[in-house]
């Protein structure tokens, strides 16, 4: 049976680190407590100034590229998912297929937020199997959220960060390795909650939209303290009973890498050991779409993550939208 198999994997962050103790400093208070303990972040990588999302990109799919043992003419797509796109138009991936030289390469973005990585791996995965064209599929999550972030904005400027991850998809005949399922699903009412809400048609670039700073993320309204934990859950446990498996039978979660506490409440919830969620927030921040692959790359290389093991994917960010994906790897 013809299958997308995960080939090999792709990492960067920018060289700047930015400690907790920045935003102590920055914003007169001690946040510094409150982060490690509610988020469990300590620090974060910031894209210098004169980084774009292509820039975070490149250097991570030369990597997995190299890992791949593949030269760029070999890729037959690119997917790149971000929020923080190079344009609002042209698309970032057509900048980046011409930079890294993909010239065989058809290109897209998608925008699902944060759910985005897991969205393209998805899409990534039907393409190879839908049309025999496709031999190996780039995808990259990418993010420059420090470009958008209101620096006396307390409830974001010290949760968001910059990376990028990329995955590249290979075709295989087999039967016991690669995509197994996936479930998309969005509640479309939380729209107006958390976003980027200027720069568009709906409200374009003035001054007076800079003056009030509405092209910068804003939290609007939280979001339903549980509704992580019950998607999340609830995700595992349509995917699991879809392909024959259960939540315990998984042998890695990778998930948004937004909190701490909302993961492990996850896999408590799940009956699963909380050590099966390999989580990067410590170090990165809140990488938005490419917090999933940037957390699978270090669980990759580290060693953590074998051949023949069963994997679960599951994003959600802004919108709201909510992505999850099983591979056996």
């Known amino acids: 049976m013809r299958n997308a198999i995960i080939l090999s994997t792709g990492a960067y962050v920018p060289e700047r680190v930015v400690p907790n103790s920045y935003f102590d400093e920055l914003l007169g208070e001690n ?26 990109c490149i250097p991570a ?19 790149i998912s971000t929020d923080t796109p190079e344009f609002i138009s042209p698309s970032t991936a057509s900048k980046v297929q011409y930079e890294l030289g993909l010239v065989n390469a058809g290109t897209f973005d998608i925008n699902t937020a944060c759910a985005g990585f897991v969205t ?10 839908a049309d025999e064209q496709y ?4 995808v990259i999550g990418a993010y420059a959220m420090s470009k958008y972030l209101n620096m006396q904005d307390k409830k974001t400027v010290t949760l968001f960060a910059d990376g990028a991850g990329v995955v590249i998809l290979k075709s295989e005949e087999t039967d016991n390795q690669g995509f197994l399922a996936s479930e998309l699903l969005t509640q479309g009412q ?19 939209v800079v003056e009030n700073k509405d092209h910068l993320l804003k939290f609007v309204q939280k979001f339903p303290k549980e509704l992580n934990t019950e998607m999340w859950s609830k995700m595992a446990l349509d995917l699991t009973r879809r392909i024959g498996e259960t939540p315990q039978s998984v042998d890695h979660y990778f998930l948004t890498q937004i909190n701490i506490n909302t993961i492990w409440e996850t896999m408590d919830k799940l009956n699963v050991p909380r050590e099966k969620a390999h989580t990067i927030m410590q170090y990165y921040g809140y990488t938005g779409s490419a917090c999933i692959p940037l957390a699978f790359d270090d669980a990759v290389t580290k060693g953590k993550v074998k051949r023949g093991e069963l994997l679960v994917f599951i994003g959600s960010g802004g919108g709201l939208a909510f992505a999850s994906a099983a591979f056996r790897y």
């Open 120 to 129: 393209a791996l998805d899409i990534g995965s039907k393409y190879i199997k």
């Open 135 to 138: 031999r190996y599929v780039m």
């Open 190 to 208: 939380y729209y107006g909650y958390m976003g980027i809400y200027a720069g568009g048609t709906y409200q374009p670039v003035t001054a007076a």
């Open 61 to 79: 799919a030369k990597q997995a590229l190299e890992r791949a043992g593949l030269k760029p003419e070999a890729i037959d797509l690119l997917i």
């Open 31 to 56: 946040v510094s407590d409150w982060l490690v303990e509610n988020v469990h972040i300590h620090e974060r990588r910031w894209a210098a100034e004169n980084q774009s999302t292509a820039d975070l």
